[in-house]
């Protein structure tokens, strides 16, 4: 499969939006994609960003919930992490962690990333999970 470009996301976002994809990009390692391939990560829409690179560019971005939702909708393995951090505690709804779970089947990393930064949150997660842990990949 092709790999995703930043090229083909960035025209639908904000310029904001497009300075973390583009930042997220330069931050990729491919030995890392690789390895995350290894874990039985899908690839197709990752950079080869790690975890341990995310979080600290999470903090200095800090809590922002429209980026969040924009940088959900590039696609990106790692932007939707990174949009899992940002997403600020009083605005998140049932009816966006329904519509983020939709991709969560998709891979035990994103499950768990997405759960932990969630789980602060007065909201039913295991409403969220009811239909992940059927999935083939958990």
């Known amino acids: 499969m092709v790999p995703i470009e930043i090229q083909q996301i960035t025209g639908r976002h904000t310029m904001k939006d497009q300075d973390v994809l583009l930042r997220l990009k330069s931050l990729?390692?491919?030995?890392?994609?690789?390895?995350?391939?290894?874990?039985?990560?899908?690839?197709?829409?990752?950079?080869?960003v790690s975890l341990y690179v995310l979080r600290p560019l999470a903090k200095e971005i800090g809590k922002d919930h429209d980026l969040a939702k924009e940088l959900w909708t590039s696609g990106l393995h790692e932007a939707r992490i990174l949009a899992s951090m940002l997403a600020e505690p009083d605005k998140v709804t049932e009816g966006l962690m329904e519509a983020w779970s939709t991709i969560l089947p998709h891979g035990i990393s994103m499950t768990k990333s997405v759960v932990i930064s969630l789980m602060e949150h007065d909201l039913p997660i295991i409403k969220l999970l009811s239909g992940v842990s059927e999935t083939k990949n958990l």
């Open 28 to 48: 990729s390692n491919p030995q890392y994609k690789d390895g995350m391939a290894k874990f039985g990560i899908n690839t197709d829409h990752a950079l080869g």
